[in-house]
C-alpha cells in the first residue's frame, strides 16, 4: 500500500508538470497570436495587403492551437484532481491500516511524551515523510532508468 501511495505522489507530481508545461504553452501561443494580429493591423494600416493575408493566416493557426492548448489544460486539470483525490483516499486508507494494525501507536507513544512535557529527538520532524519522500525519489529515479531501458531496447531492434 505504501508503494502505491509513493507510486500516485509521483504520478500527481507528473501531472502538475505537466500542467505547468501546457500553461507555459499557453501563454507563448497568446503572445505569438497577439504578435500576429499586431503585425496584420500594422500592415492593413500601410495598404500591405499581402502581409494582412499572410498575419491573418498565422493569426488563424495560433488561434486554433490555443484552442487545443486549452482543451488540453482542462483535461490535464481534471486529471490531476482525480489524481489527487485518489492519492488522499489512498493516504486515509493507509492510516486506518496503520492504525488498525499498531503501526501508528509509535507516533501516539509520541504524542504521549509531548503531552508529558518531554520532547522528540530531532525537532519533531515526522521520520514517516521523511521516508516516503526518500521512497518518492528512488520510484522516479527508477521510473526514469526504466524509460531509457526502454528507449534503449527499441533502438536496439531497430538496429
Known sequence: MREAVVDAKVAVAEIQEAVARTERERVAQRQQLADAERR?????EIQDQETVAVA?????????????????LVAQREELALAQRELDDMRTQ??????????GSTEQAWRDLEEAGGTRPGGG?????ELL??????????????????ELKKKMRKE
Open 56 to 72: 491573418e493566416r498565422f493569426a488563424a493557426k495560433y488561434r486554433e492551437r490555443l484552442g487545443v492548448l486549452e482543451h488540453k
Open 40 to 44: 496584420g493591423r500594422l500592415a492593413g
Open 94 to 103: 493507509l492510516k486506518a491500516a496503520d492504525q488498525a494494525s499498531g503501526t
Open 133 to 150: 519522500k526518500s521512497d518518492m525519489d528512488r520510484a522516479s529515479r527508477e521510473a526514469a532508468a526504466q524509460r531509457q531501458l526502454e
Open 125 to 129: 520532524t515526522d521520520l514517516s515523510d
